[in-house]
Each structure stands twice: as C-alpha cells, then as structure tokens.
C-alpha cells in the first residue's frame, strides 16, 4: 500500500526525461531570481507579486525568467493533454506525439503573443494590453507548478486517479476564475474598450485552442 509505482500505459522512458527536463527548468526559475520565485508560488498573495514584479522591466516575456516560465507552461499543457487524452477519444502513446503537440502549442502561443503586441501598439494601448498579458501568464506559470505535481503523481502512485483528476480540475477552475477577475477587473476600470475586450478575447484567447487542436491534434495525432 502506498507504494509509488508507473501505471502500466505510462511507463515510457521518455516521460521520465520530461519530468526531469520540467525539474530542470523549476530550479533554474529558483536560481535565475529565487525571491521572485517564492513570490511566485504563492498563490495566496498574488497582489504582492504583481505589485513588485509588474513594472516595465518584467514585461518583458523574452527575458530568462519569462522564457523558462514559458517552456513549463507548455510542458505542463503539453503533459496534461497527453496524460488525460485517454478520454478524449485520441489516446496518445508516443514520445513524437507530445513533442510535436509541444512544438505546436509553442508556435501558436508565440505567433498569438507577436500579434498581441503588434496590434495593441498599432491600436494605441500596449500598456494596458501587455499587463492583462503578464497577468495570465503569471497565473498560467503558478498553476504549471502544481499541476506538474499532480501529473507526476497521476503516472507514478498507487493514488487513485479520481483524486488527483479531481484536483486538477478545481486548479482548472482556479485558473478560469482568475482569468474571469483579470478582465472584469480591467472592465471596471476602462468599460470604453469592452468592444476591445470583447475581440481580444475572441480573437487572442479562445480562437488559438481552435488552431492547436484542428492544425495539430485534429489533422495529425
């Protein structure tokens, strides 16, 4: 009882190399800045983060901190669809299938994050554009640490699925209600642009998962 073991249809080696690439790039988010780091996990005080890490220079999504935050957020996407894709219809069992379901996710959440930053600018509000951005990918980034954990505990003990399944759902839901917060929030402060709001949503956060799943699960997995 209580024994860690690896569930028959996970066993692959290769799943263990990405646990461990996934460790690699948490501990280099410690050593790159390790009080930005606990700041981070803490998901109880989040104002405290965004109040300290918020400013011009920590905008910048191509600096070695937002860079390796990102390569776990696609690991942990990446992972998460690939753990549960038994119940999607499309099982996959392949180490090519997650790395080619990675690069995708990878090249849609970066061409997505070029045209945020091109229109907003054209458009006239990149400030106020690039710290909803920063928001979501912070929340993006906090709730990877957790659900890491629980893919890793999913594949690997004798814990039934239901428990950590459960889990990861009511992280899913966290996930949703921030967002939710994140864009009433800024409703509240700017409702002139709600035609804005309105298409950066549609256009920005809902119509990519439509590219991912129909360019790179739908038509090749």
């Not at 410690?30 to 905008?59: A, C, Q, T, W």
């Not at 229109?119 to 990149?126: A, C, T």
């Not at 594949?155 to 864009?183: A, D, G, H, K, V």
Request: charge should be positive; glycine fraction near 2%; proline fraction near 3%.
């Amino acid at each position: 009882m209580g024994e860690w073991i690896n569930r028959p249809d996970l066993q692959q080696d290769w799943i263990s190399l990405v646990f461990l690439i996934n460790s690699i790039v948490i501990l280099a988010l410690y050593k790159l800045d390790s009080s930005r780091f606990m700041s981070l996990i803490n998901i109880l005080k989040p104002r405290v983060y965004f109040g300290k890490y918020s400013h011009e220079k920590e905008l910048n999504f191509f600096s070695y901190f937002n860079l390796s935050s990102f390569v776990l957020i696609v690991s942990t996407l990446s992972l998460t669809y690939f753990s549960l894709s038994n119940y999607t219809g499309k099982p996959l069992r392949y180490s090519f299938e997650f790395y080619y379901l990675a690069l995708g996710l990878s090249l849609v959440l970066f061409a997505r994050q070029r045209l945020i930053q091109f229109f907003s600018r054209q458009l006239g509000f990149e400030k106020h554009v690039y710290l909803l951005e920063y928001k979501t990918f912070t929340f993006a980034t906090q709730s990877s640490f957790f659900i890491i954990g629980l893919i890793f505990i999913w594949n690997y003990s004798s814990l039934p699925s239901l428990i950590t399944e459960c889990l990861m759902l009511l992280l899913f839901f966290n996930w949703i209600l921030n967002q939710c917060r994140i864009f009433f929030s800024f409703f509240r402060s700017h409702p002139e642009k709600l035609i804005y709001i309105i298409l950066y949503l549609c256009t920005f956060k809902i119509a990519p998962w439509f590219w991912v799943y129909f360019i790179f699960i739908e038509t090749k997995l």
